[in-house]
């Protein structure tokens, strides 16, 4: 069965920091993976996604960015975080049917 | 990106009651999802649908793909305070998922 993982789980960081949000799917090959951003009001905003390795596609300009370097690998980063940065991120992979399922998301604090 | 409008925004309910919540978009979708997010957790999938019609159930749970492919609903039977939580719909077409803004459910023993 596919399950998805991505670290760490909370995360409190200064501002201007780096920061490196991982995730991994395992049980499936070539998936479409997501980066999302949630507000404390519930709403989820899209920021990254990717058709395969190496292909980022950018919703939102802002402080972060995503790489792809294998298959089953998705990570967001940023060279110096913001305040406005904090938040509740989510991977996500789906299938080709067009089901999504999510991670268990990364609580990041910055101070 | 788009929002799906998703109503009711929160519910108060008793214990063994039935729930009911939708989604309408203004865009036609291939697969409409329904979820439910615990607080501090990633959403879970409770289920999908794919056809225009569709109607499914996962135990208490019943959801529906409407017939114009632009709307759905979820509807909740007999409420246990394990129900408490966040229901959000999504809708899928191509590469992309558009969520609805949340049900906030909470269940009084």
């Known amino acids: 069965s596919q399950t998805i993982h991505q670290w760490p789980a909370t995360l409190v960081q200064p501002v201007g920091s780096p920061l490196s949000l991982e995730c991994t799917v395992e049980g499936t090959s070539n998936p479409n993976l997501y980066w999302y951003r949630q507000a404390a009001g519930r709403g989820l905003q899209l920021l990254f996604y990717?058709?395969?390795?190496?292909?980022i596609s950018s919703e939102v300009p802002q402080n972060l960015s995503a790489s792809r370097p294998q298959d089953r690998q998705f990570i967001l980063s940023s060279k110096k975080l913001l305040l406005s940065d904090s938040g509740f991120y989510l991977c996500a992979w789906s299938r080709t049917a067009g089901e999504l399922f999510f991670g268990e998301g990364s609580r990041l604090t910055v101070l | 990106g788009q929002q799906l409008n998703q109503s009711p925004q929160s519910m108060f309910i008793q214990e063994g009651e039935d729930v009911s919540m939708n989604c309408t978009s203004s865009?036609?979708?291939?697969?409409w999802l329904w979820y439910k997010q615990d607080p501090g957790e990633g959403p879970v999938l409770l289920i999908a649908?794919?056809?225009?019609?569709e109607l499914t159930s996962n135990g208490r749970l019943t959801a529906q793909f409407g017939i114009t492919r632009k709307d759905s609903f979820l509807n909740i039977s007999a409420s246990i305070p394990s129900d408490v939580g966040i229901y959000f719909c999504?809708?899928?077409?191509?590469?992309?998922?558009?969520f609805g803004t949340g049900t906030s459910l909470t269940v009084i023993p």
């Open positions: 999504a809708g899928h077409t191509g590469n992309q998922f558009y």
């Open positions: 865009s036609i979708f291939n697969t």
């Open positions: 649908l794919y056809k225009a019609g």
């Open positions: 990717s058709v395969g390795i190496g292909q």
